[in-house]
């Protein structure tokens, strides 16, 4: 079982629609998430931290559900722009572990 | 806007030659990474520097050498690469550690011929 697991879509959405996002984790010890959003053929950049309370900064919300062992992420009237891979990542004992991606696609 | 800096963009080197890759983060941090990533996968953690020391060599092979003059600073001196190395080569930096938010530079893309 890979340590955290997302489904690689892609993902076709039109445009304005809400879109979700869920990825799961084995490490049970893990105290730190994020969501990180990378273009194509550039460097990922963070998108929002994750706290058990859950957070939301404008169209993105983000969950995390311990008992489950799974975080999401849910974006709300998408935008063309938004078309991107985002990455699930959870703390490990001494690196971030990497989900393989989501590939999400935004269609007119 | 990236406050961490990667030279150069792209680099296109032979076997045999020698180069370095340079990165430079202006937030105050003091760990610093190296990723290797390929296509349409994760990125690779390489090495760890945190407070300009070694923390972590993710059993990467000699041809890669990395260098922390300071805590701004971080090298990877390459030397008598092999093609499969070709890839996106990251520099990220956070301010504790390794397992706070981290934050990347553009990425020299390598391509080795």
């Known amino acids: 079982r890979k340590e955290v697991e997302q489904d690689p879509g892609p993902f076709n959405v039109p445009e304005g629609a809400t879109v979700a996002f869920n990825c799961t984790y084995s490490n049970s010890a893990s105290q730190s998430f994020f969501w990180y959003r990378q273009d194509c053929r550039k460097e990922p950049k963070l998108l929002m931290s994750v706290y058990s309370s859950g957070n939301e900064d404008g169209r993105f919300t983000a969950q995390l559900n311990r008992a489950s062992q799974y975080i999401s992420l849910l974006i709300r009237d998408s935008k063309l722009s938004d078309s991107a891979t985002y990455l699930c990542v959870a703390g490990g004992n001494y690196q971030l572990i990497w989900g393989a991606g989501t590939k999400l696609i935004i269609k007119p | 806007d990236t406050e961490v800096t990667q030279t150069p963009k792209h680099l296109v080197m032979g076997m045999t030659n020698k180069k370095s890759l340079k990165c430079e983060q202006h937030m105050g941090h003091r760990a610093m990474y190296w990723y290797k990533q390929k296509a349409k996968k994760p990125p690779e953690l390489m090495f760890v520097y945190s407070y300009e020391k070694l923390s972590i060599n993710e059993s990467v092979p000699s041809r890669f050498s990395p260098e922390c003059p300071n805590s701004s600073l971080l090298n990877l001196h390459l030397h008598a690469l092999q093609p499969e190395d070709s890839a996106l080569y990251l520099c990220?930096?956070?301010?504790?550690?390794?397992?706070?938010?981290?934050?990347f530079g553009p990425g020299t893309r390598l391509t080795v011929t």
């Open positions: 990220a930096s956070s301010q504790g550690t390794p397992t706070y938010e981290q934050y």
